[in-house]
T-cell receptor, first 114, second 114 residues
Framework: NAGVTQTPKFQVLKTGQSMTLQCAQDMNHNSMYWYRQDPGMGLRLIYYSASEGTTDKGEVPNGYNVSRLNKREFSLRLESAAPSQTSVYFC?????????????FGPGTRLTVL | GNSVTQMEGPVTLSEEAFLTINCTYTATGYPSLFWYVQYPGEGLQLLLKATKADDKGSNKGFEATYRKETTSFHLEKGSVQVSDSAVYFCALTPVSGGSYIPTFGRGTSLIVHP
């Protein structure tokens, strides 16, 4: 049981380049989330998927797109990277159906945009 | 909307000292409350949770009690260790809304010296 896995672990991009961050979970969770973490800002929600086939914007969606490929996988795409997108990105999943279930987080992707 | 306020860090303690990290929240109804811990270079992981008023969550010597009257969920530990050095996040999940999007505090960094 691997939990939540993310690839890559580290990435350096030049301004304007594109890339996709991959996330997968093997816990049969309905809901999946993408966050970014910046110093002093805590966690900010980029996009989430409450269930397979649905996605919704979070607090900071500009510059990002997502795909819920199937129940296991939820990818985050940067179409044209900007230095402001330098951050640590975390994917999380959760079994929905009540407020009492916790989120499970991946190890993060550390992205630098030059 | 929902919000979580945590004391700002860093909190610096000597080993075996008593720890309190304050957390207060604003939410409608009776949300579920969580403490997550993030060790350096890792993702967040659940430390403890409480799902109704007066519940006490506990794990690894840490405790927090859900106080509805003061809308608080303060984290405590009687004797901290160097290995407890990490960032601690308080979070809530609302009881209504269907998607149950968690709200996180900004995190409190704990540094424990030998």
């Amino acid at each position: 049981n691997a939990g939540v896995t993310q690839t890559p672990k580290f990435q350096v991009l030049k301004t304007g380049q594109s890339m996709t961050l991959q996330c997968a979970q093997d816990m049969n969770h309905n809901s999946m989330y993408w966050y970014r973490q910046d110093p002093g800002m805590g966690l900010r929600l980029i996009y989430y998927s409450a269930s397979e086939g649905t996605t919704d914007k979070g607090e900071v969606p500009n510059g990002y797109n997502v795909s819920r490929l199937n129940k296991r996988e939820f990818s985050l795409r940067l179409e044209s990277a900007a230095p402001s997108q330098t951050s640590v990105y975390f994917c999380a999943s959760r079994f929905s159906g009540g407020s009492y279930n916790e989120q499970f987080f991946g190890p993060g992707t550390r992205l630098t945009v030059l | 909307g929902n919000s979580v306020t945590q004391m700002e860090g860093p909190v610096t303690l000597s080993e075996e000292a008593f720890l309190t990290i304050n957390c207060t929240y604003t939410a409608t109804g009776y949300p579920s409350l969580f403490w997550y811990v993030q060790y350096p270079g890792e993702g967040l992981q659940l430390l403890l949770k409480a799902t109704k008023a007066d519940d006490k969550g506990s794990n690894k010597g840490f405790e927090a009690t859900y106080r509805k009257e003061t809308t608080s969920f303060h984290l405590e530990k009687g004797s901290v260790q160097v290995s407890d050095s990490a960032v601690y996040f308080c979070a809530l999940t609302p009881v209504s809304g269907g998607s149950y999007i968690p709200t996180f505090g900004r995190g409190t960094s704990l540094i424990v010296h030998p």
